[in-house]
């Protein structure tokens, strides 16, 4: 779940920012959150990221059988027949 931060800039600023940004072909938006992603990755340790970040990680999805599986597994399967065996001679007699 993500969490939205606010933060308080002068208007005048922001404006000026927000200008010499388009330049660049960025956004305040997007410098913000880059900066944010460094502030995480150089100030929480290493195993800490690595345990919320898998904890981030979505389960992964079952695969989806391909258009020819599917109709391949609608066909209705063929009834097997079976000949009797024949009877051994044990040589009864």
Known sequence: MKTEITISFESE???AL???LRKENTTVQSRMED???QLYETTVPESVREYVDSRLEPAPRPRRNSRAQREALAQPIPPIT???LPLQNRGDG
Request: glycine content about 0%; aromatic content about 8%.
């Open 18 to 20: 927000e200008f010499s």
């Open 13 to 15: 600023q922001l404006d």
């Open 82 to 84: 079976l000949s009797p």
């Open 35 to 37: 900066a944010l992603r």
